[in-house]
C-alpha cells in the first residue's frame, strides 16, 4: 500500500488532553498575539485623506486587506476553555479542478457566520481542506493522460496514483488560493485533506472497528456498475432521468402444454439471464399457473412460474420476469425464493459467455438481435412506447448496469436508530425544518452501504488475504504474516473505500481522532454545518452516523441547507453547456465582495436561487456607495481624530451619558434607527436568515445613511449652519453610525469594509476582530423616527415630482404644504432639510384645503399634501405634449393587455405565471393611466 501524504502541507499536530498545562500557557501567549491592538504593519495601512483613492478597485485593496488578515494570524485560534467556543468544518471540495459557482455561495453562507461568531467573541475556528474525490478525481486524471497517449493500465497502479498525486499538489492547492479571493476566514493552519496521515489514520480505525462489530461485511449483492468507470456505485451516485423505450411483450410458452404466459419488459437482453416469472398472488388471472414451468424463450431453459408481492398487476400484463443477476428488485425476489442469479452482461457491458450466441456483443445490440430472433420465432406479441426511468453514472453518464458482485457493505440499520433519535429528540437541528422529514424517511429506510469502489486512487480497503490458509485480515497496520498460520503469503483488497467513507469522519478526523485531543473536548461537536440539499444523503446522514458511533455525540448541533445556484432560467448550470459561471472570473471582473453580497442577497434557507449578472453589478455600485460616503466621512473627520479617539475609548451610547450635546432630530433619528437596525440583523442572523439579513444593513446604508443623513448633515460639516455644540454632534454621530454599519455589513462585504475600517479616524486594530455591535435601548427614539419619515416622505415627494416634470436639477422652486397643526410642526423643524434636499426656495405651509397653487402638481405624503406650481419653471406645452403622447402610448397597452385577458384562448392555455404578470401589466398601465390624466388636468388648469 503506497504511503499516505500531506500534501505539502505542514504537519498538523494535535494538542494532547494530557498536557493540558503547556496548552494553558499556549493559550495564554495567544492572548497577547496581533490583531489585539494596532500593529506597526497596520499602522502602515491605514491611509491620510489625502492619499485615499476616488473610486473603491477591489483587485487592488482586496489582495492587501487579506494578506494583512493573514499576517496578523487573526483567522487563527487555539483552544481557550474560557471562551465559548465556535466550530465549523469546511464542506471539502474536490480536488478535481476549480471552485464553481455552488461553492462560492456555500462558502459565502459559511465565511458570514464565522466572521459573525469571531466579531461576537466566540473562540471561533473554521477548518478547511479539500477531499480526494476518488472516482472524479481518477477520471478526471485518466482522461488528462489519455490526451497524452497514455492509458492506467499501461502505468499500472502505483505510477498511475503517483500521477493523480501530482493531481492533487496542483489543483488542491488552487483551491485554497480560489477560496482565500473569495474572502474565507478559515483558520488555514488547520487544513486538511482527506487521505492525509491524520485522516488516513482515522479511516482505518474506523474501518477496523466496524469490523470487529460485525457492521462491515463482505459479500454478494445487486450493486450498480459503471462499465466506463468500471467501478461500483453507491445508489446516491446515479443519476435517474426519465427516458422515451419500449416495453416489449413476449411469449414464455408452458412446458407440459399449450399455451404461454406473455410477460412485459424495458429490457428483452436480460430475459436471458431470467430464473423465473412472477405474478401476483391475488391477481385472478394467473392463479392458475403457479406453479408451472415455462420455457425461457431463445434460451430453452425451464424456469417456475411463482407468485410474490412484487409483481405488480397494473404494470404491462402484470406477470414479470425474474433476472435476479441484473435487476435489484429481482434479486430481493430471487432472496425470497432461493433463486441463483446468472450474469449475462459483465463488467466491461458486453454479454458473457452465460449469454449463449449473443456472447461478446455489446449489451444494445444485443438488445436488437434478441429483438429481432423474437419476432422470427413468433414470441414477440407488440412493442409500445414506454418512458421510465433510467440510471446513470453522476460522474461520466454512462447507463448503469446493476451487476451481482462481491462487495464490501456497512450494515445501515443498526447505526442509523441512534442517527434518527438524534434529530427526533432535537440534538440536531435542520434549518429549514422541512428537511428534517427528508432526512428522517430516508433513513428510516436505509439500505446496507456499499462502500468499496474498483478504483486506485483513494483509500485501500485495510483488509488483507491469506493465500494459505485463507484467513480475512482487518488491521490497522499493515501486516506482515497471517495471524493465524503465521505465513507471509498475504495480499491487499485491490478496491478503495467509496469516498464518503472519509468524508463522513471529517467533523472529528480533522481535529485529531482517534487520539483525545483538546481540540475535540473544545470544539466537537462542531456549533454548524452549512451545505446543500443535494448532499443530505450522500454525507450529511453519515456524518452524524459515525459521529455517534465514535464519538459518542452528534457531529454538529444545526445543519444550515441551502439549495443550489441556477441560471436567470431557473435552469441547473453546467459548463459542458456553457451556462456555468466561473466564480473567479467574476472576482476578477467586480471584486469578491460584489459576488458574495449578490449571492445571499434575496435567498432564504433550502431554496435555489438565480444567479443574475446585474446583481453582481448592482452589489459593485453598493461597494462604491459606501467607499465614496466613507471617503467623505473621513475627509472631514479627520481633523478631529483626538476628538474621536475619545468618544470611542469613553462613550457610552445614552443620549447625555456620553458627552455628546447639542443632537439634533436627524441625529437622534439616525441612532435610533442604528439600534433597531443592529438588533434586526442579529436576530436574523441567529436564525439563519442571511438573505434578509444583508437586506436590512442594504436598505439601512443605502438609504437611510448614505442617501439621507450624510446629506443632511453636510451642511453642519462643512460650517454653514448649527452651533459648535451641533456640529460637533455631528462628526461624532456619522462616526458612530459609520463604525456600526462597517461592522454589520463586514461578515457579508469583509474586504471594503475592512479598507474603509483601515482609513477611518478613531478605530484600531483589524475590523475582522472588532466587536459586534450591541442594540443600545436608551438610543430607541420612536418620535424621532415618525418625524423624520413624514420629513422625508414630504422631501421625496417633492423630488419626485421634479423629476417627473423634468425640473432642471439647479432650479430652486416653491411648494406649498397642506397639512394638519401637528404636521405643520414637524414640517417647520425640519424646513431647513426639506428645502436642502429637495432645492426648495419657498416652503410654505397651509392648512389642509387652502395648498393648491395654479397649474401646480400635486402629491400625497403621510396625509400632508403637496404642491409644486411649474409655471415658469417649465415649458408647459411641450410637457404637456410629452405626456399625451405618454397616454397614447399607455392606452394602446392597456387595449392590449385587456383583449389578451379576454381571450379565452390565452387564458386556458397560458400558464399561471404567465397570465398573472398579465394582469399585473393591466393593473400598472390602469395606474398609469389615471396618473397622466391628472397630470394634464393639473396642467391645463386657467
Known amino acids: 500500500m503506497l504511503p499516505c501524504r500531506n500534501a ?76 465559548k467556543p465556535f466550530s465549523i468544518v469546511i464542506p471539502p471540495p474536490n480536488v478535481t479542478g476549480s471552485l464553481h459557482i455552488g461553492h462560492a455561495l456555500d462558502n459565502t453562507l459559511q465565511d458570514i457566520m464565522v466572521r459573525w461568531r469571531r466579531m461576537q467573541g466566540l473562540n471561533t475556528v473554521w477548518i478547511p481542506g479539500t477531499d480526494h474525490a476518488g472516482i472524479a478525481t481518477q477520471v478526471k486524471v485518466e482522461a488528462f493522460l489519455a490526451e497524452k497517449g497514455i492509458s492506467r493500465q499501461e502505468l499500472g497502479r502505483e505510477r498511475f496514483v503517483e500521477e493523480v498525486w501530482k493531481w492533487k499538489e496542483k489543483y488542491g492547492s488552487e483551491i ?79 412446458k407440459d402444454g399449450p399455451g404461454y404466459v406473455v410477460v412485459a419488459t424495458t429490457r428483452p437482453e436480460t430475459m436471458l439471464g431470467d430464473v423465473a416469472v412472477a405474478v401476483n398472488p391475488r391477481d385472478d388471472r394467473y392463479r392458475d399457473i403457479v406453479g408451472r414451468t415455462v420455457i425461457l424463450p431463445l434460451v430453452k431453459r425451464e424456469i417456475p412460474v411463482i407468485a410474490d408481492d412484487y409483481a405488480d398487476p397494473e404494470f404491462g400484463t402484470g406477470a414479470v420476469k425474474v433476472t435476479p443477476g441484473h435487476d435489484p428488485n429481482d434479486f430481493e425476489i430471487g432472496s425470497r425464493h432461493n433463486l441463483s442469479a446468472i450474469t449475462v452482461i459483465g463488467e466491461d457491458g458486453r454479454m458473457t459467455g452465460m449469454a449463449g450466441p449473443y456472447a461478446g456483443l455489446d449489451r444494445y445490440d444485443c438488445r436488437e438481435r434478441v429483438v429481432s430472433q423474437l419476432q422470427a420465432e413468433g414470441l414477440l406479441e407488440k412493442v409500445e412506447p414506454h418512458l421510465h426511468s433510467v440510471g446513470h453514472c453522476q460522474r461520466c453518464h454512462t447507463t448503469v448496469e446493476p451487476l451481482v458482485s462481491k462487495q464490501w457493505f456497512v450494515r445501515m440499520k443498526p447505526l442509523a436508530g441512534p442517527a434518527i433519535e438524534a434529530v427526533k429528540d432535537g440534538r440536531i437541528r ?19 452501504w456499499c462502500i468499496s469502489r474498483q478504483l486506485w486512487w483513494g483509500h485501500r480497503i485495510p483488509v488483507w488475504y491469506c493465500d494459505d490458509c485463507g484467513e480475512v485480515i482487518a488491521s490497522r497496520e499493515d501486516p506482515s504474516e497471517c495471524p493465524r498460520c503465521h505465513g507471509g503469503r498475504i495480499h491487499q483488497d485491490p478496491d478503495v473505500l467509496d ?125 462604491n456607495k459606501i467607499w465614496n460616503a466613507s471617503r467623505f466621512a473621513v475627509m472631514n473627520l479627520e481633523p478631529h481624530a483626538e476628538e474621536l479617539r475619545e468618544h470611542a475609548e469613553g462613550a457610552g451610547h445614552g443620549d447625555g451619558k456620553d458627552g455628546i450635546s447639542g443632537l439634533t432630530l436627524p441625529d437622534r433619528w439616525i441612532r435610533s434607527r442604528m439600534s433597531r437596525v443592529i438588533a434586526e440583523v442579529s436576530q436574523k442572523l441567529e436564525n439563519y436568515d442571511t438573505g434578509e439579513a444583508a437586506r436590512v444593513v442594504y436598505d439601512f446604508i443605502w438609504d437611510e445613511f448614505c442617501d439621507w443623513y450624510v446629506e443632511i448633515v453636510k451642511p453642519r460639516l462643512y460650517g454653514s449652519e448649527g452651533s459648535e455644540e451641533e456640529r460637533r454632534a455631528a462628526r461624532i454621530v456619522l462616526w458612530e453610525v459609520l463604525v456600526n454599519s462597517l461592522k454589520l455589513l463586514h461578515p457579508f462585504m469583509p474586504f471594503v469594509t475592512e479598507a474603509v475600517w483601515q482609513m477611518l479616524p478613531g478605530t484600531s486594530g483589524g475590523l475582522v476582530t472588532s466587536r459586534w455591535p450591541v442594540p443600545d435601548e436608551s438610543l430607541r ?27 432642471h436639477p439647479a432650479a430652486r422652486i416653491e411648494a406649498v404644504l397642506g397639512a394638519s397643526e401637528k404636521a405643520s410642526q414637524i414640517i417647520k423643524s425640519g424646513e431647513g432639510i426639506i428645502k436642502h434636499l429637495a432645492g426648495v426656495e419657498t416652503l410654505t ?64 392555455k397560458a400558464k399561471p405565471e404567465v397570465i398573472e404578470k398579465e394582469r399585473a401589466k393591466f393593473k400598472e398601465c390602469e395606474d398609469t393611466r389615471a396618473k397622466l390624466l391628472r397630470r394634464l388636468a393639473e396642467l391645463g388648469e386657467e
Not at 422541512?434 to 424517511?441: A, Q, S
Open 8 to 83: 505539502g502541507l505542514p504537519p498538523r499536530s494535535f494538542v494532547s488532553t494530557d498536557l493540558v498545562n503547556q496548552n494553558k500557557e499556549d493559550s495564554g501567549a495567544r492572548e497577547a498575539s496581533p490583531g489585539q491592538g494596532t500593529s506597526p504593519d497596520l499602522d502602515s495601512t491605514r491611509a491620510r485623506a489625502g492619499d485615499i483613492p476616488t473610486v473603491y478597485r477591489p483587485r487592488e485593496q482586496e489582495p492587501r486587506i487579506y494578506q494583512y488578515w493573514l499576517s496578523e494570524g487573526f483567522f487563527h485560534s487555539e483552544v481557550d476553555d474560557g471562551r
Open 176 to 254: 485554497i488560493r480560489q477560496l482565500q479571493r473569495l474572502g474565507a476566514s478559515c483558520d488555514w493552519q488547520r487544513e486538511r485533506f482527506t487521505m492525509d496521515e491524520g485522516c488516513s489514520r482515522a479511516v482505518r480505525e474506523v474501518f477496523v472497528r466496524l469490523f470487529e462489530k460485525g457492521l462491515i461485511y463482505r459479500g454478494e449483492y445487486i450493486i450498480n456498475w459503471c462499465p466506463r468507470c468500471k467501478t461500483s456505485l453507491s445508489d446516491l451516485e446515479v443519476e435517474h432521468e426519465d427516458t422515451e423505450g419500449s416495453l416489449y411483450y413476449i411469449r414464455y410458452p408452458f
Open 430 to 448: 435542520f434549518i429549514p425544518e422541512r428537511f428534517t422529514k427528508t432526512y428522517l424517511d430516508w433513513m428510516e429506510n436505509v439500505h446496507d
Open 499 to 623: 469516498t464518503w467513507f472519509s468524508s463522513a469522519l471529517w467533523p472529528f478526523s480533522t481535529m485529531g481522532w482517534p487520539d483525545k485531543t483538546l481540540e475535540l473536548q473544545h470544539w466537537y461537536p462542531t456549533s454548524l454545518l452549512v451545505t446543500g440539499y443535494d448532499i443530505i444523503f450522500f454525507w450529511v446522514a453519515r456524518m452524524i452516523v459515525m459521529g455517534l458511533e465514535f464519538m459518542g455525540d452528534v457531529p454538529f448541533r444545526d445543519v444550515y441547507i441551502h439549495g443550489l445556484v441556477r441560471n436567470p432560467e431557473g435552469k441547473k448550470m453546467s459548463k459542458s453547456l456553457g451556462t456555468g459561471v466561473d466564480p473567479l472570473i467574476v472576482v476578477d471582473e467586480y471584486g469578491a465582495d460584489s459576488l458574495r453580497f449578490a449571492l445571499v442577497t434575496g435567498i432564504t434557507p433550502g431554496n435555489d436561487m438565480r444567479y443574475r449578472p446585474d446583481k453582481v453589478e448592482g452589489s459593485r455600485n453598493f461597494a
Open 781 to 807: 427614539d420612536p418620535g424621532a423616527e415618525e418625524e423624520m419619515q413624514l420629513i422625508m416622505d414630504v422631501t421625496r415627494a417633492i423630488r419626485n415630482i421634479r423629476a417627473e416634470m423634468n425640473v
Open 845 to 908: 405651509v397651509t392648512p389642509p384645503g387652502q395648498a393648491r397653487r395654479h397649474r401646480s402638481i400635486s402629491a400625497v405624503a403621510r396625509g400632508v399634501e403637496v404642491f409644486v406650481p411649474v409655471e415658469g419653471i417649465i415649458d408647459i406645452g411641450r410637457e404637456k405634449e410629452r405626456i399625451a403622447a405618454q397616454l397614447r402610448r399607455t392606452e394602446q397597452e392597456l387595449m392590449a393587455s385587456k383583449r389578451k385577458l379576454e381571450n379565452e384562448a390565452f387564458v386556458s
